[in-house]
């Protein structure tokens, strides 16, 4: 009886200790309030942090909520509404934001430190981790002249790169005196365009958009580091075979082909691979031939089939392209799912190419009666 009464006061004690955290960490929360008068203040709706790049608004009722009964709705972290320094928006940017020291879950401590650093935002800017942060403010102000432009080029410095206010563009130089510039700021393109140059001679364009591309998108969990971070590498890294991580710009076909245009190595590279590799008809039987005998009922995976292209000597590059027109050519390659395929059932197919027969014969008499008619 005495063992169960002890973890019974444990247990209370644990819970006291737990609340008493708590007011700890609400006395913490009224202190950010109480420095910050002018910059950090409560609206009807929200909690108001006036940043030096941006206006942020953290919606109270969602906290609350969290407070009161955490498992009522288990949620992440609030998202934080980004607004332009010149007034608040309709449509407005938003960013998941945990800075060092905020938990995982909602509490004082969490709302805390969030504040304090929004209240700091140009070295929130700066954390590696801050991607949505800086995506946010990216969809806010774009990359011209605005608030965090002082903080983007010093982002910019950081990884190599700089920004060219002038040109519109971010300059980042690659390998073999190579420099890539990434332009901005026409209407017409969603992304950037992509040029390069070697040591200040002509620009040579590649990519006329980069968002119609998955692997230059940029996501908001990517944020543009990382593209200018695989661009310092290129293009020395299109050389080596396409990297498994999904992503990769050198992975793309397209801008491979397009640096090729211009660089004799990389060309160079490309007629050899194809001389050496079987052709595009053996890929395409291959293909049938592996998902004819490798689908157990569950269809053959995407990996699967490059994997036995590249066995059988086929480039990367090549058994993704035969994968393609695989896929887009012959109608009796399914993709149920996505990545994994299976042949249709030869009774099926033979009851289609019958009744595509029959509908191309009505045709043609419709058309002969059509013919006759007007005569």
Same mark, same amino acid.
């Given at each position: 009886?005495?063992?169960?009464?002890?973890?019974?006061?444990?247990?209370?004690?644990?819970?006291?200790?737990?609340?008493?955290?708590?007011?700890?960490?609400?006395?913490?929360?009224?202190?950010?309030?109480?420095?910050?008068?002018?910059?950090?203040?409560?609206?009807?709706?929200?909690?108001?942090?006036?940043?030096?790049?941006?206006?942020?608004?953290?919606?109270?009722?969602?906290?609350?909520?969290?407070?009161?009964?955490?498992?009522?709705?288990?949620?992440?972290?609030?998202?934080?509404?980004?607004?332009?320094?010149?007034?608040?928006?309709?449509?407005?940017?938003?960013?998941?934001?945990?800075?060092?020291?905020?938990?995982?879950?909602?509490?004082?401590?969490?709302?805390?430190?969030?504040?304090?650093?929004?209240?700091?935002?140009?070295?929130?800017?700066?954390?590696?981790?801050?991607?949505?942060?800086?995506?946010?403010?990216?969809?806010?102000?774009?990359?011209?002249?605005?608030?965090?432009?002082?903080?983007?080029?010093?982002?910019?410095?950081?990884?190599?790169?700089?920004?060219?206010?002038?040109?519109?563009?971010?300059?980042?130089?690659?390998?073999?005196?190579?420099?890539?510039?990434?332009?901005?700021?026409?209407?017409?393109?969603?992304?950037?365009?992509?040029?390069?140059?070697?040591?200040?001679?002509?620009?040579?364009?590649?990519?006329?958009?980069? !968002?119609? #591309?998955? @692997?230059?998108?940029?996501?908001?969990?990517?944020?543009?580091?990382?593209? =200018?971070?695989? %661009? $310092? &590498?290129?293009?020395?890294?299109?050389?080596?075979?396409?990297?498994?991580?999904?992503?990769?710009?050198?992975?793309?076909?397209?801008?491979?082909?397009?640096?090729?245009?211009?660089?004799?190595?990389?060309?160079?590279?490309?007629?050899?691979?194809?001389?050496?590799?079987?052709?595009?008809?053996?890929?395409?039987?291959?293909?049938?031939?592996?998902?004819?005998?490798?689908?157990?009922?569950?269809?053959?995976?995407?990996?699967?089939?490059?994997?036995?292209?590249?066995?059988?000597?086929?480039?990367?590059?090549?058994?993704?392209?035969?994968?393609?027109?695989?896929?887009?050519?012959? !109608?009796? #390659?399914? @993709?149920?799912?996505?990545?994994?395929?299976?042949?249709?059932?030869?009774? =099926?197919?033979? %009851? $289609? &190419?019958?009744?595509?027969?029959?509908?191309?014969?009505?045709?043609?008499?419709?058309?002969?009666?059509?013919?006759?008619?007007?005569?």
């Amino acid at each position: 009886m005495s063992q169960a009464s002890d973890r019974t006061d444990g247990f209370i004690t644990g819970l006291q200790e737990t609340s008493n955290l708590h007011v700890m960490a609400i006395n913490c929360l009224e202190g950010v309030f109480e420095r910050n008068p002018n910059r950090l203040r409560i609206g009807h709706r929200n909690i108001i942090i006036i940043g030096d790049l941006a206006l942020y608004a953290i919606p109270i009722k969602p906290l609350m909520a969290a407070f009161l009964n955490p498992w009522a709705n288990r949620s992440d972290l609030p998202r934080v509404e980004v607004h332009p320094l010149s007034g608040w928006v309709r449509k407005h940017a938003s960013a998941c934001i945990q800075p060092p020291g905020a938990s995982e879950e909602p509490g004082p401590d969490t709302i805390a430190a969030i504040c304090e650093a929004l209240l700091a935002d140009s070295s929130l800017f700066l954390m590696e981790p801050m991607t949505t942060f800086r995506s946010a403010l990216f969809s806010t102000y774009g990359h011209g002249i605005s608030p965090i432009t002082g903080i983007f080029t010093e982002f910019l410095k950081e990884r190599g790169a700089d920004l060219d206010l002038e040109s519109s563009e971010i300059v980042v130089p690659g390998s073999y005196s190579w420099k890539w510039h990434l332009q901005f700021g026409d209407p017409d393109v969603s992304g950037f365009t992509l040029h390069s140059s070697i040591k200040d001679g002509p620009r040579r364009k590649h990519i006329l958009d980069t !968002d119609e #591309l998955s @692997e230059f998108s940029i996501t908001p969990l990517e944020c543009i580091g990382d593209l =200018v971070s695989q %661009l $310092r &590498r290129a293009p020395q890294s299109l050389l080596k075979e396409k990297e498994d991580q999904y992503g990769e710009i050198c992975n793309s076909h397209e801008f491979r082909t397009a640096v090729a245009r211009d660089w004799e190595p990389l060309r160079r590279r490309f007629e050899e691979a194809a001389a050496q590799e079987p052709s595009r008809s053996e890929a395409i039987e291959k293909i049938v031939e592996t998902v004819r005998t490798q689908d157990n009922g569950d269809g053959v995976e995407y990996n699967v089939l490059r994997g036995h292209l590249l066995a059988d000597g086929h480039s990367r590059d090549a058994a993704e392209e035969a994968i393609d027109q695989a896929r887009e050519q012959l !109608d009796w #390659l399914l @993709e149920p799912r996505f990545g994994f395929f299976q042949l249709e059932d030869s009774e =099926v197919i033979r %009851l $289609r &190419r019958v009744q595509a027969a029959i509908e191309e014969t009505q045709r043609l008499q419709e058309e002969i009666q059509q013919n006759l008619q007007e005569e």
